[in-house]
């Protein structure tokens, strides 16, 4: 993949290195019997990069409310995802400090959205909850900003809650 850092073509590959399910739970009142069609999503992903292990870590939580009160909780998801880059060091600014590209921070972020969606249909299956589904996204948006210029290039973990209204029309 090539990637854009600073107006240089940056040649960058990776793997994905290992995919962990943290913490799932389905929480449906008992006297819901019916299948479930309409949901609010939130979602929030953090990102952690590990400079000294050539590794980018994303982790990635989704919960689902209850279409009409958004207070109910029906489920929640928690990931993590962890890639392997070759070629990070071409990131690396001065001393802990690193620019990872966008195309790049936007493809991994995709693949670990994708990758949340098919497990949460999978986890679904066969409850109520088997009409609820992750709505298709621009991964862009569901990467965490940082205000501050400086902190930018800083390793750190960000976090941003994205919340995403579904409601199928079945």
Excluded: W
Aim: aromatic content about 10%; glycine content about 2%.
């Amino acid at each position: 993949m090539n990637n854009t850092l600073d107006n240089r073509r940056v040649e960058v590959k990776y793997k994905i290195e290992s995919i962990k399910v943290l913490d799932f739970a389905i929480h449906v009142p008992e006297n819901i019997q019916e299948s479930i069609t309409d949901a609010f999503f939130e979602f929030y992903t953090g990102i952690q990069i590990v400079l000294n292990e050539n590794r980018i870590n994303i982790r990635f939580q989704t919960k689902v409310y209850d279409y009409k009160t958004k207070k109910t909780c029906y489920s929640n998801l928690t990931m993590l995802y962890s890639f392997k880059i070759l070629g990070m060091e071409s990131f690396q600014l001065r001393k802990n400090m690193v620019k990872v590209p966008d195309e790049l921070m936007i493809t991994l972020v995709g693949i670990a959205y994708s990758t949340t969606r098919g497990i949460f249909y999978e986890k679904f299956a066969g409850t109520c909850l088997r009409d609820i589904f992750l709505p298709p996204m621009n991964p862009k948006i569901l990467i965490p900003k940082v205000k501050d210029k400086k902190k930018q290039v800083k390793p750190i973990e960000r976090k941003r809650a994205n919340k995403i209204k579904q409601q199928n029309n079945s």
